[in-house]
């Protein structure tokens, strides 16, 4: 029996901002991360991000940055969000890599953050990306899993 492997993309932490064009530097550490979040992010890089957790735009912007999603719109695909909205937008992303390299596609991915958890005290992980605290209990639970612990 001949089968045949697709390989599966898992988007990186660029792939999941738009991508190195739309960032304006090539990310290779955590470092250029801190550096990003300073210079600040586009509202595309933002609006990239937002795509990959299956969330509504409004949602995200309002639950997750705390921000008024008309405060959102009216900012240009290029203009820079502050420092704390970038970081958070950039922590948000880094989770979204490691969820990616966890369960390998889109749907998997967007199923898993959006369906409670008992790891989380039921909570889904999307209602957790609020705060520093609610991701890394994210980044803990994903480690389980891929370590083969129950979570």
Known sequence: MN???KKIHKPGISD????????????KNYYDLILLSRAGISKASAESVISFTGMSKKSFVEDILNLS?????????DDKLDIRTSSMVIEVARVLE????VFDDKEKVQR?????????????PLSLFSTPTGIGMIED???????????
Request: net charge positive; glycine share 10%.
């Open 16 to 27: 999941l901002l738009g991508g190195a064009l739309s960032l304006g530097i090539s990310i």
């Open 112 to 124: 898993w953050l959006s369906k409670p958890n008992n790891a989380l005290h039921g909570e889904t």
């Open 98 to 101: 490691h969820t990616y390299q």
């Open 3 to 5: 089968l045949v492997h």
């Open 69 to 77: 999603i008309k405060t959102l719109e009216r900012k240009q695909a």
């Open 141 to 151: 639970v994903l480690t389980r899993i891929e370590e083969g612990v129950y979570s």
